[in-house]
């Protein structure tokens, strides 16, 4: 698929080889069920089948949505597909008309979910609106379509939003789509980004040719520009691939795919993130003055 081979080489170790050809609770919150736990240490968070990866849950907790790439799971066969999770249990969320959908984004009002297309062709960001106890149906998002193939957007309250093309991050504010800078793109490829909801900071996923596998790698937004990205230290990271980053608007945890146990089995995983993040954030400010 050109200009996103990078980002289809790090999901597709996981995919079947048919397919090679802030928690902020709002004022309801107490009204739903926050899916996940009090946790003190890394936990698995959730598994189905063999692979699934990407994280983006609501606002209040209750809505938990990934990408699941368990074809043999599905009647028809396809290679991925969208899914949410709730108290009540998990489902496929329909898109109708789009063979391969993956890298699913709710938006921090709840009202828009994004994910990416990869057709033969080239990759897609499409978009659906909450409409009638649903979603409507797909839409191109045509301000994010890239020569390179875009994917993976995610987005802040305000509406900023930062997403993959051919290895590189890009942001998306009021203008056009801008290539985000050297503290953040390498030569080595970047690709699931995360940007907090206010906007503050970005956790992405870098290939490491070293280890051979991917890591997550984090940078802060400041009135100078992004800092320089620094790798994020074991736990979070193993020499293994870890990805697809999300953090609860609280920043209390760090949720992210791995498949660290050794098995094969990509999973999600749960992980406090709040201690390490402030002393991270503490030494940069420190640094800067």
Do not use: C
Not at 57 to 62: A, C, E, L, R
Not at 235 to 259: A, H, I, M, W
């Amino acid at each position: 698929m050109p200009g996103e081979t990078g980002a289809m080489k790090y999901k597709m170790m996981f995919m079947p080889w048919a397919l090679m050809l802030g928690l902020t609770p709002g004022a309801n919150a107490d009204e739903h069920q926050v899916l996940y736990p009090e946790s003190v240490e890394i936990r698995v968070f959730y598994e189905q089948g063999k692979t699934i990866f990407n994280t983006s849950m609501s606002d209040n907790g209750s809505e938990h949505y990934f990408t699941d790439s368990n074809p043999d799971t599905r009647e028809d066969g396809a290679p991925t597909a969208l899914w949410v999770r709730t108290a009540d249990g998990a489902a496929p969320v329909p898109t109708p008309g789009i063979g391969i959908p993956a890298d699913v984004h709710i938006t921090p009002n709840g009202e828009t979910l994004y994910f990416t297309e990869f057709a033969a062709e080239h990759s897609y960001i499409l978009s659906m609106k909450r409409a009638d106890g649903g979603w409507s149906a797909p839409e191109k998002v045509t301000e994010l379509e890239m020569e390179g193939g875009a994917s993976y957007v995610t987005s802040t309250r305000s509406g900023e939003r930062v997403f993959s093309s051919a290895g590189d991050i890009y942001f998306l504010g009021d203008g056009e789509p801008e290539k985000l800078p050297r503290a953040i793109n390498s030569d080595e490829g970047e690709y699931d980004p995360f940007i907090a909801q206010d906007g503050s900071f970005l956790i992405f996923v870098r290939q490491q040719p070293d280890i051979g596998d991917s890591n997550m790698f984090i940078s802060f937004r400041t009135p100078a520009g992004w800092t320089n990205a620094e790798k994020l230290p074991s736990p979070f990271n193993l020499d293994k691939v870890d990805g697809s980053p999300y953090v609860t608007p609280d920043g209390r945890y760090l949720f992210f795919s791995s498949n660290r146990a050794g098995d094969g089995v990509l999973r999600t995983y749960q992980a406090p993130f709040k201690a390490w993040f402030e002393a991270s954030r503490q030494r940069m400010e420190e640094l800067m003055h």
